[in-house]
Each structure stands twice: as C-alpha cells, then as structure tokens.
C-alpha cells in the first residue's frame, strides 16, 4: 500500500440519495482544489459551490467542495471533500474524472490508517470509529464515540506511561547504589504495581458491560409446545415474525430479532418447544434451543396458567402466559401476560429492563473493549501480577515482567505495533474510513 497516492471514496452510502460525499486525500491537493472550484485562491476550510466540470469542459454535477489544508485534516494530509448529488450516474462520473488525474480508489480504511500513521489517531481511537460506524443504540454511539475521541487512549497511555516508569526504576535498583536512589523506592514501585493491577482489573471485571454494549444482550423465550412462545416474541418484538399455531412443535428453529431496550442492542431469540420427539427436524431445534439456552444472558421462561409450579433459576424471568383465560391463584414471582392481548406486556418490559441494568451495573464501563484489546489487556494484567510475585527477590525480572505489561499496551494503542494487527483493525472500516 502506497500512502503517498491519492486516493478517493464515496464516504456516505451508496444508492439513490440527495447528497453524496466523496473524499480526496493526497500531497499537495491545493493545485487541483483550485481547478475544480474554479478559483486562483483558495481558502481553506471554506465551502464553495461550483460546477465541476470534466477535462472536455463539460459540467458533471453542481457541487459544494471544501479543501482542508495538511495536517488540519482528519488524515493529516491535504483533503478535497465534494459534496455532489446522490445519484449512482453522478458519482460514477465523478470517480471516472478523478481517476483520469493519476488518483486510485481507496482500500476500506485506508483514511484511517493514514490518520494513524500521521498521528492524527491511535488504534484504540480506530476501535472506537469502527464501533461507532457500527453503533445501533444509543449506548454504543455514546460509548463508541468517548472511545473513538480518545477517552480509553487517555487512560492506556497514562497505564503504560506508569509501566515505563516502573520498570526504569526497578531495573535502576540493581546499577545504583541504593543512596543514589529515592528513599523506600522498593515499597513505592510494589505500590505502584498494586495500583496498576487493581485499575486493570477493574476494568477487565467490566469486560462483560462493554460486551453487553457492543454485541448485545442475548433473551431466549424458552418453555414447553403450545404456552405462546412464538406469539409472546411477535408481541415483544411487535411484528408477525414467528409463526403462529395450535399444532404442537411448529417452532421448529430458532427465531431471532434485534431490538433496542433502554439503550441496549438485544437479541431476542424465540425457540423450539422443549419436549419429548421422535420428529428428527423438530429435535434438531430442540438442541438448538439448548445451544441457545447455554449462550443466553436472560432466560423468559414461558408457561401457562394450568402448569405446575416450578422453580425460577437466576438467569430466569418467569412468565405465566394466556392470563386471560383463567382466574386461578397467582405463582409468587411470576410475570402474568397475555400475549393475545397485550396486558402485562409493560411489566415485562419493565423486568427485563431492570435485569439488563442489573447485569451491566447501569452501563458504566470504563474501557470499551474489543476481543483484540481484551486479550492484551489481560496479558498486562498477568504480567503485573508476576512482578508483584517476586517482588523484593529480583528486581531485574520484575522490571521486564512490567515492561512486558507495557508492550501488551502499546499494542492497544499501537506505539508497538504488527502489520497483522494494523490490518485486522483498519480492514474493519468502510470506504472512505
């Protein structure tokens, strides 16, 4: 990859729309800024609207373009953003123009990748735009967006930055005589250890919130044939996704649907009823449904007014469906709905929203992390706890042991960095990213 070409993309989506925005990003862009705006200056960061015309002189489109002078750009390099309209003819127009003046379509996230490498972002701000350009609830475009602006790059720089520190000092322990060195410098650095491991800890303890966030929260309507699994789930998730019937077994895979919940991605999944079959197509949902069960961070746990009492386990919201169709004695902590006709839906709502909060302790996370970051957050927590286990014998392993924390870090961030890494991040993001 050549990141001294320039390069273009269609940044907003494609297909029919108003507008449509495409990005430019190369060295010494103004020159070119100026003949397709059609003046002999230019200021930069200022908008004009021009016709952009073709080599023949032909207008291709009326346009709004906008140059932005390196390094005061999103890349660090010079950037045209034009604005034109949406349609698939004009912007096939426009590329086909640009290609004519030695410019090449960008690779997906090859803008960011340019950022990163100017030093416009690290790769913990790359997750957090990946994240974000992902986002479908409020609560990942909020955690996405404290990520992407450099909030968990803030607090990894300030832990490796500690780490340094530490494994200076230590390794300082063994080639200066202890009265060149600060006094109780040995309890100071356990200390600091301590501190760092506790921090991170902490942080890995909430890997299940961050989780919670970014993939969603996994609901299975589970239960036996025939209480109203499916017309429950076409009830909650408020469409005719499921079908419905009076035949026992009619589920006979798993129905899944996504949905917003205070702020939560949910997956909420309906399932094969659980029961004893010859059918060898329904007892493959029933292991489905199993499989399901096991992965599933909330269980409602569906029966009917005539069913016996049974037990409600931790991960379970019990559910008394048809509640319009009898008058018998309530069970104890049962939620009493009616699929048919909505009541007792809100009460639902309502405890499923509480055990979402409960489970992710209000959404508080103090990272946002990934599978990648997970991981190396996890070495530099394990590294720490080394040091901390030979603390006072030798100080020169100590030392490596924290710098080792540092490194797994520094790959968060990218200061210490693979090429597999640097690709698996950026090939994440769209055109034009």
């Not at 489109?61 to 604005?83: K, L, M, R, Y």
């Not at 349609?87 to 127009?93: E, F, L, R, Y």
């Not at 340094?164 to 100071?188: K, Q, R």
């Not at 493959?284 to 096991?294: F, M």
């Amino acid at each position: 990859m050549n990141n001294h070409d320039n390069i273009f993309a269609l940044s907003s989506g494609r297909g029919k729309s108003g507008v449509a925005v495409i990005r430019i990003s190369g060295n010494n862009l103004q020159e070119f800024a100026k003949e397709i705006i059609g003046h002999n200056t230019i200021t930069p960061r200022k908008t004009y609207f021009t016709n952009l015309r073709d080599d023949t002189g032909e207008i291709i489109d009326q346009c709004i373009v906008i140059f932005f002078a390196a390094p005061h750009s999103f890349t660090g390099t010079d950037i045209i953003e034009i604005q034109c309209h949406g349609a698939p003819a004009v912007i096939n127009k426009i590329f086909e123009f640009l290609r004519g003046h030695n410019m090449r379509i960008a690779t997906p996230g090859e803008f960011s990748r340019r950022a990163f490498y100017n030093g416009k972002m690290d790769l913990s701000d790359v997750d957090g735009l990946v994240a974000l350009l992902d986002a479908k609830t409020d609560r990942q475009r909020a955690a996405a967006l404290t990520s992407m602006m450099g909030g968990d790059s803030e607090i990894y720089t300030d832990w490796r930055r500690h780490m340094l520190e530490i494994s200076a000092y230590a390794a300082a322990m063994t080639d200066y005589p202890a009265d060149d060195l600060p006094p109780d410098i040995s309890n100071t650095i356990i200390s600091h250890i301590k501190t760092l491991y506790t921090a991170i800890s902490a942080a890995l303890n909430k890997y299940s919130v961050s989780h919670a966030i970014q993939c969603g929260i996994n609901i299975v309507i589970v239960g036996e044939t025939n209480v109203g699994k499916s017309s429950l789930f076409n009830r909650i998730v408020g469409a005719s996704r499921a079908i419905v019937s009076d035949i026992p077994g009619t589920t006979r895979d798993v129905v899944s649907a996504q949905m917003d919940i205070d702020g939560y991605m949910v997956n909420l999944s309906d399932t094969a009823g659980l029961r004893d079959t010859t059918d060898k197509i329904e007892r493959i949902g029933i292991k489905r449904t199993t499989n399901e069960i096991e992965n599933a961070d909330i269980i409602i746990h569906v029966i009917t007014p005539t069913d016996s009492v049974m037990t409600v386990k931790k991960d379970e919201i019990l559910v008394v469906n048809k509640s319009d169709t009898t008058d018998s004695k309530r069970i104890k902590n049962a939620i009493y709905v009616s699929a048919k006709t909505g009541a007792g839906i809100p009460d639902l709502m309502k405890t499923i929203t509480e055990r979402i909060n409960e489970m992710s302790g209000g959404g508080e996370s103090v990272l946002m992390i990934n599978a990648r970051t997970y991981d190396l957050i996890k070495t530099a927590a394990d590294e720490l706890k080394n040091a901390m286990s030979i603390a006072g014998d030798d100080y020169d392993i100590l030392s490596e042991h924290v710098r080792y924390a540092a490194d797994a870090i520094g790959k968060i961030l990218g200061v210490i960095s693979t090429d597999e890494v640097l690709d698996m991040t950026f090939s994440q993001l769209c055109l034009g990213k």
